[in-house]
């Protein structure tokens, strides 16, 4: 069942295009980010699991604005968004 709002479909490739607009900036600060796993799709609360590296500072700093991004561009209710070192 399609529980989305409209927004593109929750695919690896999708993520990833949210992901090149903050790849510049942590390129600038020393840090990359990269899709670590992606679950639940289907479900009631699909999975994004991301890995940063960079200084602390730089990562925290960008933490929240990727999320916001992510979360604004794909509009799903019960979205989760998980870090792994």
Do not use: C, Y
Request: net charge negative.
């Amino acid at each position: 069942q399609d529980m989305g709002e409209g927004g593109p479909p929750l695919t690896p490739e999708s993520i990833e295009t949210v992901l090149d607009t903050v790849r510049p900036f942590l390129n600038v600060a020393g840090g990359t980010i990269s899709l670590k796993d992606l679950r639940g799709v289907d479900g009631l609360q699909p999975t994004i699991t991301l890995t940063m590296t960079g200084t602390s500072a730089a990562l925290r700093s960008v933490k929240n604005e990727i999320m916001q991004r992510i979360q604004r561009n794909f509009m799903l209710p019960g979205l989760r968004i998980d870090w792994k070192d």
